[in-house]
């Protein structure tokens, strides 16, 4: 007579080797399994002989006599009698797709949702069915006479309370994992007599081989993460307590050890150990050459034996090998590109026999080598030298590693260098050689001639180039374009050629906000965003560009029809002013076209002739023409609904100005204005305050009207007091006193008390709240308003809110960082923290890839490993050192105890 417990194998009874197979291949694994198994998997002779002797003990065994089969719990009030998947009304191969999944008993069913099992290995459309109508067959319930179930019930509320499930799934799996996991019995009644089972557990947690297969469990690569144990435990020990106790009980039964800062390993034998046991001298050795690198073919000839039964010799060893502690570099073998066997043993710290043995067995990673650093998966003490091999082609730079390459050294040397200027080819030629020479990068082959750097330069996404070949630093696609390109409104420009030298000087703010210098710069940037076909665009020889289906002798001759009687030099000064490209280019490119409009009789000047509309028609338009502003495109259909027997032709500049009004290109206004200027003027001021959105919308996006609204707000001609809403200056000294002079003395009022840092004016409302503008409770709108047209502050539009500093330099995301880490005592802070303190302070949000990004390109260091940000690299090699001499520290400390 023995005892054994019902997750015992059944390798303790030492059966034959035939019958022992036959016992797997029916599912039964463990004594558990032998005890309850059905009639259909065991014979009852054959059962009543392997068990003979055997005296089962333990809640299982204790629970399954109190209630005669296995029970389960619905997830929500209730426990039913479960039902094997053997005794289900299924077809035989339904039956065995379920087994060959794991599914023994219907209640593992419930745990499964359709698209899971539809999705299972071998479950075709049938099977599926019937194991549907199967989960949703009728089960027996449990009578609790005795009361016993009450316990659970009690005991898996409180912990659906605290992990806060209310899914019935979610509860099935807590109580299955419960059952299987904790108690390692593998049967889900073992945890329904509540009083019964806890101190069993208790009794169990001290038992080593208990231990030992949780870990296991835990831990298929051979160690874990002491945060994830807390996850995977957390609704057993609920308390810091607990899981303390289980790791020290554990240590000190020699089940685990310390393997890292916040990792531990299961204990076991080694990789050489294990074939050391092997008693056949002829299997050792082949294991030998195999884990040495050795190829089939060399093995089999040494052995004289084919490749084929080498390779069955030593798959079949492998795959019966216990954990060893090789296993435990599973996870970074699999996920990981080492690139080499040397490079994967240098990161490891192990031979090169572990690199063999591990891809014999599996494939190997693909993710690259850098990711691993932020791995919480990869312990510590690996990610030094992970970061050596990873950063091997790279130079350290005033903390920024950089590729030994030419493309991405000639990037940081403009980064650092024309980030705000712009310089020749030659210059920055110069530069560029200088760097590699005073840095010792001479012997990398870093310098290419001119013209290579040039062509580099031209087609880089990072760097923006004028018309005199004049390269600038600037990272294209960090910025969001959207609005950018709303305001710029190509649809305006539909069938014209443009010149993005109009663009610019039509949207000042706009051209500050994207820090772009000049016209070159804003058509070198359309065309390395590649939006030529979003916008119906086509990137002619800078600066210009044609919107739509362009006819450049059309576009000159409307200017023509427009302004006839002209001379051939205002003529010139008309399409610089209307189309943007300069009156010398235009009169020998755009204009040469239209001499025949030019005659002597007409002294020299373009004359185009009107057919002309009859006076008894002009009358009737008058009426219908009654607004300020009119586009010719809607104005033409109003002269077509009124005349519809007359031509549109008749609609030209002549009959537009007998009706009353100016014609200028794509709009015609009033003749009770000068001009396009005074009219979109008189239409901002002509209220005291006014919304945006009462602007009409087409009106809004024309350049010549967002040029002269900007300008106004610019001079503080009109102010937003709220998001949208603007008041002229005469109304905001009307209303509250304030006058010019009394904004500007508030900018250099702020200009006194701020410092040299990045601020938002939620930061400085301490300030203003000091301030006489205070008592009238203005929104903050007002106050970036004003601070934004000041040439006292440098400005930066992000997320809809606006990032100040004195001076003019231009503010970035590393100079926010840096200032950040400069207030902390030990000039460092995590990375998941700085993001929080950047939302939180400047009330924008900047994506974890830009931060990283950010601090790469500056002297601050970015430590993955930890997720650490430091001001300088000095900083984070210092804090190393403090580490380990801390490390040391509490190792001899623990070795003392």
């Not at 051979?222 to 945060?227: D, H, L, T």
């Not at 190829?295 to 390779?311: C, S």
């Not at 009687?565 to 189309?579: F, K, N, Q, W």
Request: with cysteine.
């Amino acid at each position: 007579m023995f005892l054994a417990y019902a997750d015992d194998s059944i390798d303790i009874l030492h059966v034959q080797i035939k019958i022992g197979r036959r016992l797997k291949e029916a599912g039964i694994e463990t004594i558990g399994d032998l005890v309850f198994a059905k009639p259909t998997e065991l014979d009852h002779a054959t059962k009543e002989k392997l068990l003979d002797g055997v005296e089962l003990i333990g809640p299982s065994g204790t629970m399954h006599k109190h209630y005669g089969k296995p029970i389960f719990y619905d997830g929500i009030d209730s426990f039913y009698y479960d039902v094997p998947v053997q005794d289900l009304k299924v077809s035989n191969g339904t039956e065995n797709a379920m087994i060959r999944n794991g599914i023994r008993y219907v209640s593992r069913l419930f745990m499964l949702d359709d698209d899971t099992i539809r999705g299972l290995p071998t479950v075709g459309h049938k099977a599926f069915k019937e194991i549907v109508d199967s989960r949703n067959t009728t089960f027996e319930k449990v009578e609790d006479e005795e009361g016993t179930l009450d316990p659970i019930k009690q005991f898996l509320d409180r912990i659906y309370t605290v992990l806060e499930l209310e899914d019935k799934q979610q509860r099935m799996q807590i109580y299955d994992a419960i059952v299987t996991n904790i108690t390692n019995t593998g049967y889900r009644v073992s945890m329904l007599n509540l009083e019964k089972n806890l101190p069993y557990i208790a009794s169990q947690m001290k038992k080593k081989s208990f231990l030992q297969d949780l870990f296991k469990r835990l831990a298929p690569y051979g160690y874990f993460n002491y945060e994830k144990l807390k996850e995977s435990y957390a609704y057993v020990f609920l308390s810091e307590e607990g899981y303390d106790d289980l790791i020290q009980r554990s240590m000190k039964l020699e089940v685990i050890e310390e393997y890292d800062e916040g990792m531990y390993a299961i204990t076991c034998s080694t990789l050489l150990k294990e074939i050391e046991k092997i008693t056949d001298e002829s299997i050792k050795q082949m294991m030998l050459d195999r884990i040495e690198g050795e190829t089939l073919e060399e093995i089999g000839a040494k052995h004289k034996l084919t490749k084929e039964r080498i390779r069955q010799v030593t798959t079949n060893y492998l795959e019966d090998l216990p954990l060893v502690e090789e296993d435990r570099f599973i996870y970074a073998f699999t996920t990981y590109d080492f690139e080499t066997k040397q490079f994967f043993a240098q990161c490891m710290h192990v031979d090169l026999y572990v690199y063999y043995y591990l891809d014999l067995l599996y494939h190997r990673g693909t993710k690259p080598l850098k990711e691993a650093l932020e791995d919480p998966n990869i312990p510590l003490k690996y990610k030094q030298t992970i970061h050596e091999v990873a950063y091997r082609n790279q130079v350290l730079l005033n903390g920024e590693y950089v590729d030994k390459k030419f493309y991405p050294m000639m990037l940081y040397v403009m980064r650092n260098y024309y980030a705000n200027k712009p310089g020749s080819d030659h210059e920055v030629y110069a530069t560029y050689k200088k760097f590699i020479e005073d840095n010792d990068l001479l012997d990398c082959n870093l310098i290419k001639d001119e013209r290579t750097m040039v062509n580099f330069l031209a087609a880089s996404d990072k760097i923006l180039a004028n018309h005199h070949r004049r390269y600038r630093y600037y990272d294209i696609h960090k910025n969001n374009y959207d609005e950018f390109f709303a305001t710029i409104n190509f649809p305006q420009y539909n069938n014209v050629e443009i010149s993005s030298r109009k663009i610019f000087i039509d949207n000042p703010s706009l051209m500050k906000e994207f820090d772009i210098h000049d016209e070159y710069e804003l058509h070198n940037l359309i065309k390395k965003l590649n939006v030529e076909e979003k916008y119906n665009l086509k990137m002619c020889r800078n600066p210009t560009i044609q919107v739509g289906e362009v006819d450049l002798y059309e576009q000159a001759l409307s200017l023509v029809k427009e302004l006839s009687p002209i001379s051939m030099y205002d003529l010139a000064l008309a399409y610089e002013e209307r189309y943007g490209l300069y009156h010398k280019t235009a009169a020998t490119s755009r204009l040469h076209c239209l001499t025949q409009f030019k005659g002597r009789e007409n002294n020299g000047l373009y004359t185009f002739s009107f057919v002309q509309i009859d006076d008894k028609y002009i009358e009737p338009l008058k009426k219908e023409f009654t607004e300020d502003f009119y586009f010719l495109i809607d104005a033409e259909e109003i002269f077509k609904e009124t005349l519809p027997n007359v031509g549109v032709e008749y609609f030209n500049r002549y009959a537009i100005e007998r009706i009353g009004y100016r014609h200028l290109g794509t709009y015609m206004i009033k003749d009770t204005f000068e001009s396009a200027t005074s009219y979109f003027t008189n239409l901002i001021l002509n209220k005291e305050h006014f919304f945006f959105e009462d602007i009409p919308t087409k009106v809004r996006y024309l350049s010549s009207f967002s040029g002269i609204f900007y300008s106004l707000r610019e001079t503080y001609g009109i102010i937003e007091i709220n998001r949208h809403e603007f008041v002229t200056l005469a109304y905001l000294e009307k209303t509250y006193g304030i006058t010019l002079e009394d904004i500007k003395k508030f900018n250099r009022y702020i200009e006194k008390h701020v410092g040299d840092e990045c601020f938002t004016v939620d930061m400085i409302q301490d300030i203003i709240n000091d301030h006489p503008f205070a008592k009238h409770n203005f929104d903050n709108c007002f106050y970036r308003t004003i601070l934004r047209e000041s040439k006292l502050f440098a400005t930066w539009n992000k997320s809809n809110n606006i990032i100040f500093r004195k001076g003019d330099t231009r503010i970035t995301i590393g100079m926010i960082i840096k200032e950040i880490l400069q207030k902390q005592k030990d000039h460092r802070m995590g990375m998941r923290n700085l993001e929080w303190t950047i939302k939180k302070q400047y009330k924008v949000r900047f994506d974890y890839y830009d931060i990283a990004q950010a601090i790469d390109e500056s002297s601050m260091y970015y430590d993955r490993v930890r997720s650490k940000v430091y001001l300088s690299y000095a900083g984070y090699h210092n804090h190393c050192i403090e580490l380990l001499e801390k490390a040391k520290k509490e190792r001899e400390e623990r070795m003392r105890l």
